[in-house]
């Protein structure tokens, strides 16, 4: 079946350090992957996504690697800010399915000045 | 603003109870998915209309339905609550079903039942 599996969090970083978050998916078949971000009291939104083997998605500073050969998603931030506390859901859309999204678990990111 | 708008915001009910959610997707969005979010299972898919058919299904219980009217609003209903209900229900809209493009999620609905 399909499935993502994230890192656990939460994660405590220092303004500026640098920051990963492992993603690792099983699938079918020919996915696209994806981050979102959930920031307190809202909705998901798109970080960033890639839908073939070996694009690089990115945005805001944020970039993950389609790697096929490991079957991984890795999000990872040069320098991450405050502005950046939020939780990070990596997805994946199976080929032909009609467009919905498998989640991981999550991850909460928590950012100190 | 995703422009997806969900309606309610907050509801609080109590077991056995019957709720429906109301979701308004994005202009010129076809597809409309509903997802549960919850402390212990997380973000799950519940269902996905495409112009106004059942496109996908996922882990909804048998005691959850859900429907999409010709202007392509979409509404879940919830019947015979139970506690374990409880949980933040999103509703998500894109412009078509394929895997490829951004799904535009509202700002959920949480409910609490008693």
């Known amino acids: 079946g399909n499935s993502v599996t994230q890192m656990e969090g939460p994660v405590t970083l220092s303004e500026e350090a640098f920051l990963t978050i492992n993603c690792t998916y099983t699938a079918t078949g020919y996915p696209s992957l994806f981050w979102y971000v959930q920031y307190p009291g809202e909705g998901l939104q798109l970080l960033l996504k890639?839908?073939?083997?070996?694009d690089k998605g990115s945005n805001k500073g944020f970039e993950a690697t389609y790697r096929k050969e490991t079957t991984s998603f890795h999000l990872e931030k040069g320098s991450v800010q405050v502005s950046d506390s939020a939780v990070y859901f990596c997805?994946?859309?199976?080929?032909?399915?009609?467009?919905?999204?498998?989640f991981g678990q999550g991850t909460e990111l928590s950012v100190k000045p | 603003d995703s422009g997806v708008t969900q309606t309610p915001k907050h509801l609080i009910t109590a077991t056995g109870q019957r709720v429906t959610l109301r979701c308004s997707p994005r202009?010129?969005?076809?597809?409309v998915y509903w997802y549960q979010q919850s402390l212990d299972q997380g973000l799950q898919f519940l269902i996905q209309?495409?112009?106004?058919?059942?496109?996908a299904k996922g882990n909804i219980l048998e005691r959850f339905s859900a429907q999409q009217f010709p202007d392509l609003h979409s509404e879940l209903n919830l019947s015979s609550l139970e506690l374990g209900d409880s949980a933040l229900y999103f509703c998500?809209?894109?412009?078509?079903?394929?895997?490829?493009?951004?799904?535009?999620f509202g700002e959920g609905s949480r409910l609490t039942v008693l």
């Open positions: 202009s010129g969005d076809l597809s």
């Open positions: 997805a994946l859309s199976p080929y032909n399915q009609g467009g919905k999204l498998i």
């Open positions: 890639a839908t073939k083997a070996d």
């Open positions: 998500a809209s894109s412009k078509t079903g394929g895997n490829t493009g951004e799904l535009f």
């Open positions: 209309y495409y112009n106004g058919e059942e496109r």
